[in-house]
């Protein structure tokens, strides 16, 4: 149940036919995207509208060999969104043309492909679009921050991976959660979706949170806001439900940048990421469950 580009075969690509597929890309970001963005998906299951029933009579005659088994046309204006198996990809209300890439909803900052991606396959946590096996191992790599050449290795051979931040200044860290809880250290993005949902799951857990912002979706002037906030837990929470921060003035954020340093030289390309306290590394979301059990591992 995958999705087979040898059907593109019998799809003959002209200059006008990419001229008029064009229009509905005005929302899409194509390309890998480094941001684990992740939301709450739909749910339940929904029933499938008229639109969604024609659409996938059409790709049957059109992609025979892709088994199609779901098709929603309601996710953006004039574009369906298609699952065959693990991949996805989108047509036009017509199925005449096929758009394959990224759908980013630019009002509400989400990246609205990763959340189907993640729901389809929750190992698939920032992975690219519809590609072959060997294409979205490397694209998940990438965006996990697997980007160096040993962490690629590492990942290669199914090692937990380990990271130091003894020479991380404590400054640089915004701390929030249970005092006395066990710590946990994130590399975020306040505007990435999937560390919003991190955030969530991580306060539930009641435990300790050092927070270290980084820019990966351009989000380095909240970061200062929240740094720079006179109540930083309350600034974490309205940062990533997209509300005001009111009681920030500006202040120096110098500290912030040791993050980003220590970012890019740990390969950091992707959030979230976090850190175990003795050096364990999660890279992408993981759900309450999961974070719980990986917690309990802890090596003294």
Not at 31 to 52: K, Q
Not at 230 to 256: H, Q
Request: aromatic share 6%; proline share 5%; glycine share 8%.
């Amino acid at each position: 149940m995958t999705f087979h580009f040898a059907d593109m075969k019998r799809l003959k690509p002209t200059r006008r036919a990419v001229k008029r597929a064009a229009w509905p890309l005005a929302a899409m970001a194509l390309g890998s995207g480094a941001s684990l963005v992740w939301a709450n998906g739909e749910g339940g299951e929904r029933r499938p509208s008229e639109a969604d029933v024609a659409v996938v009579s059409l790709l049957k005659e059109r992609l025979p060999r892709t088994a199609v088994t779901r098709v929603n046309c309601q996710v953006v204006d004039g574009v369906c969104e298609v699952t065959a198996g693990s991949q996805l990809f989108y047509v036009d209300r017509t199925a005449r043309y096929l758009m394959i890439g990224r759908v980013y909803d630019m009002q509400t900052r989400q990246d609205l492909t990763a959340v189907r991606l993640l729901e389809v396959n929750p190992d698939l946590l920032v992975g690219g679009a519809a590609g072959g096996r060997r294409e979205a191992e490397t694209t998940q790599a990438s965006a996990r921050g697997l980007n160096t050449p040993a962490a690629r290795e590492t990942g290669a051979q199914g090692a937990p991976r380990t990271m130091s931040l003894a020479q991380l200044p404590e400054a640089g860290g915004i701390v929030w959660g249970n005092p006395a809880g066990k710590t946990v250290t994130v590399f975020s993005d306040f505007r990435c979706g999937y560390c919003r949902a991190l955030s969530a799951e991580l306060e539930a857990m009641n435990v300790r949170v050092i927070e270290r912002p980084i820019s990966v979706l351009g989000s380095r002037d909240l970061a200062n806001q929240v740094f720079c906030a006179r109540n930083r837990p309350r600034a974490v929470k309205a940062a990533y439900a997209g509300a005001a921060i009111a009681d920030s003035k500006p202040c120096d954020t110098s500290a912030l940048d040791a993050n980003e340093r220590f970012a890019r030289e740990a390969g950091i390309a992707g959030t979230p990421v976090i850190v175990r306290s003795d050096g364990a590394v999660i890279e992408g979301y993981r759900p309450r469950a999961v974070l719980e059990t990986w917690l309990k591992a802890v090596r003294s």
